[in-house]
């Protein structure tokens, strides 16, 4: 399979999860498929989590976790979310990263170093982070980790589309109902839909009867009014607020 292949092949789980999800009704069957879905590029380790409030007991802010039972206990009680680098990064960062991104220095900052070692202990020396950061001023985090994960240009993208749904699905389930304050037109709501589902401009286009050129004007527009960075962070953030359903 030559890399093109590869890259749908990846675009098409994706979309394929995001549908699928919609259709579970408790957080253990999301991350069950999620976890599935990751072993297959080589990641054995996520975690679903609020990012760390000096409120909030960090153990609080996990939604879901795929950790080993010896590794969650270890890293809460040591309280090593103080001293992560990856979770610090999660704060500066909009878009994924693989953790030997995230900045530290290893001789100033040597528990912090201590933390990156002891997840390679745990056969998680490499990982990729989504970080999530939604209208309400809340911020959160999908992490996945493994011992050989392959971190592709198409399987990066997929990857980021299945942590963010995961991630709504789970806290919509694990929320109480809240009423929708719609903020959109009808027809960026429209619009972001067919961006949830993955078509591209020109599709929408074509699909909807007007011009490539109108559609990217409607998705800036949205993406404007939701404080959003790009499409696919609109779509997201249009889901989270109850804008556009799948």
Same mark, same amino acid.
């Given at each position: ?21 919609? @259709? ?81 220095? @290893? ?79 009808? @027809? ?59």
């Amino acid at each position: 399979m030559d890399q093109q292949s590869k890259d749908r092949y990846w675009a098409n789980k994706a979309l394929d999860f995001v549908d699928a999800i919609e @259709r579970l009704k408790t957080t253990r069957e999301i991350t069950d498929l999620f976890a599935k879905e990751l072993s297959e590029c080589g990641f054995s380790a996520y975690l679903i989590s609020g990012l760390p409030r000096p409120d909030i007991e960090f153990g609080q802010r996990v939604l879901a976790h795929g950790w080993s039972r010896e590794w969650s206990e270890l890293y809460l009680k040591e309280r090593w979310i103080d001293h992560d680098p990856v979770a610090r990064h999660c704060f500066r960062s909009i878009d994924p990263f693989e953790w030997n991104s995230a900045p530290y220095d @290893r001789e100033r900052e040597p528990l912090a170093q201590m933390v990156m070692d002891r997840a390679a202990d745990f056969q998680m020396p490499k990982g990729l982070c989504v970080p999530i950061h939604s209208p309400d001023g809340s911020s959160a985090a999908v992490s996945v980790a493994g011992q050989r994960p392959i971190i592709t240009p198409g399987v990066k993208p997929a990857i980021h589309i299945m942590a963010l749904y995961a991630y709504q699905r789970i806290r919509t389930l694990l929320s109480p109902p809240r009423k929708p304050r719609k903020r959109l037109t009808e @027809r960026e709501r429209e619009v972001l839909q067919w961006v949830a589902i993955g078509k591209t401009s020109w599709e929408i286009g074509r699909i909807i009867g007007t011009t490539e050129r109108t559609v990217n004007a409607h998705i800036l527009a949205a993406s404007r009014k939701l404080r959003a960075a790009n499409r696919t962070a609109a779509a997201f953030t249009a889901l989270q607020l109850h804008e556009i359903t799948l």
